[in-house]
């Protein structure tokens, strides 16, 4: 089975550690010892929300996103989603999960 290189930016930090295509980003991460944030492994609060700078990730059951954040390079990286298909190079925190929000919602603020 292909085992893929995940580069992860988090908290002005760089990891990086190797995951296999059947094995979700966040699941790969603890394994390595790093801790990313998530919380519903299911794909809909988005704390999980990263912004693929490379690669790409098979997300077909992220509720939390819709195609046209999907095609600006949000993916949500919990239990369940954020398969790899290829090497990655990701950006995750509190800045990418406002962009996020922001996207999605933020034309319903005032």
């Known amino acids: 089975m292909p085992e893929y290189n995940i580069k992860v930016q988090f908290e002005k930090k760089n990891f990086s550690f190797s995951c296999p295509e059947d094995q979700d980003i966040i699941s790969g991460a603890n394994i390595n010892g790093i801790d990313l944030p998530n919380s ?39 239990v369940g989603l954020g398969y790899t298909k290829s090497d990655l190079h990701v950006l995750i925190g509190d800045q990418v999960e406002d962009d996020l929000y922001n996207d999605q919602f933020g034309k319903y603020q005032k």
Do not use: P
């Open 40 to 78: 519903c492994f299911s794909g809909v609060c988005t704390s999980c929300s990263s912004r693929i700078l490379k690669g790409s990730v098979e997300q077909e059951d992220a509720m939390g996103l819709n195609d046209d954040l999907r095609e600006k390079g949000f993916a949500l990286l919990c």
